[in-house]
């Protein structure tokens, strides 16, 4: 059985409890994690505290942060194996998906260890003679940041990479679900030469340790991935500080498919937009809004692929679907596809979760045209479930794609391009596709808007707001200072 450990203050331990992990895979424990409770997230955030005033720490000058994010970048690079192996393992997410992936998440820590020494204060021409006035950015403090279990290697990147680049320190929780592929890249930051306490890294269950987290005077600002329901309790926990919160929540996004779009290209983005990282993925694009006239020909071939998906073992190359993360995700699907098809909605394929070990739950496509109101087509499944709906008008097609009250993604295949740019206009989302989905970069900021939160992760604004302005008044003249009780 492996054992793994939380990094605290520069140094790993067992912590106070500990708790099994499965292999989604098997339904098998494989693992022993450490289970954070107040007095190992305390830890953490006084370790944190301390670092971010330790002259060794807020002595470093940018460019220095900044060779460290690239020492790190490479450490992740030469371990990526062993990382996507770990994410793989734990988490269910197919190797195909975890090598790649973690390979790029190397080039997120690039990005951000360039940027460190170009977050730039500023100079105002200010509107007082004797008066210099200019800006200084100065990082915001401690950070705590949580994820949940899809992607973690790459949900941390986007708030560690921008946040030490900025100067904060930090406490990271990972999920309880999977939270190997962290543990190990702890070990792997150990290795960069950070300052003791710069990032500490505990996992443990949201309503204990995480609640503590979210709470701790001492923490400055919250970086959340997970759901709606999750963060209006972080959000109220972060009152107690009045910390700032950025959040990246989950999604219901729209697939929308005009009758003019290259057809093979549609029918792949959509694949990849939902039944890629077995739906298990925020920006997933779960309802197809497809033009009537190509409906029935669309739906037949989405159907042939979906039913060719190579479902396997997450460890195989070849391997295009695998486990959901837990059996609660395997339930939830079911559920949401059993109610909708109880409403009336049409099973065109899947449904139910497959009749072997692990927890497999297969593509699963749900015409819900004549059910506005079936569940997987209103809430997030957060699992390889499509639900469809058609559109005779442009307008149509806008008001089926606004009608959630979500706004992270968005997909739109048209030859078109003046109705291109129209829809971009139209669709209420934080990202829009066209021709394309499911991309991703390090310099494109990521985010949404309504249940799908608020701040971006990624591009030059993330590390910004990892930053408070500090507006500092340079008085040049050598004048006695005039009437004091007429403000300036
Ligand atoms: P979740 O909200 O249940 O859990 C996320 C994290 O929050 C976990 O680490 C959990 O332990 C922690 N948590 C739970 N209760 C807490 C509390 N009271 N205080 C502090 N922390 C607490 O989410 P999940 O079900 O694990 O993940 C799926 C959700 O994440 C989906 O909604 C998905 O769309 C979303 N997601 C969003 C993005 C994005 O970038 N927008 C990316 C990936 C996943």
Redesign the pocket.
Known sequence: MEQFQHYIGGAFSEGTARFESRNPATGEVWAMMPEAQAEDVNAAVEAAHAAFRSPDWAGLSATARGKLLYRLADLIAENAEVLARLETRDTGKIIRETSAQVAYVAEYYRYYAGLADKIEGAHLPIDKPDMEVWLRREPVGVVAA??????QLF?SA?KIGPALAAGCTMVL?????GPAPMLEFARIFDRAGFPPGVLNVV?????D???V??SHPKVSHVA????????R??VR?SAENLASTSL????KSPFIVFADADLDSAVNAQVSGIFAATG?????GSRLLVEHAIKDAFLERLKDKAEAVVIGPPDDMSTEVGPLCTRA?VDRAADLVARSVAMGARLVTGGQALDRAGTYFPPTIVDCTDTPDAPCLTE?V?GPVLSVQSFETEAEAVELANATEYG?ASGVFTRDLTRAHRMVRAIDAGIVWINTYRAVSPIAP???HGL??HGR?GGLQAALDYTKVKSVWLRTSDDPIPDPFVMR
């Open positions: 949580i994820v949940p279990w899809n992607s949900l986007v929780k990972a999920s309880e679900d996992t443990g269950f949201g309503s340790c995480g609640a987290l979210t959340f991935t997970g759901g709606p329901g999750t963060a309790a972080v926990n990246e929540l989950g999604g298990q993925s925020c920006v997933a995700q997030e957060f992270l990521f985010g949404g799908s939160g992760e």
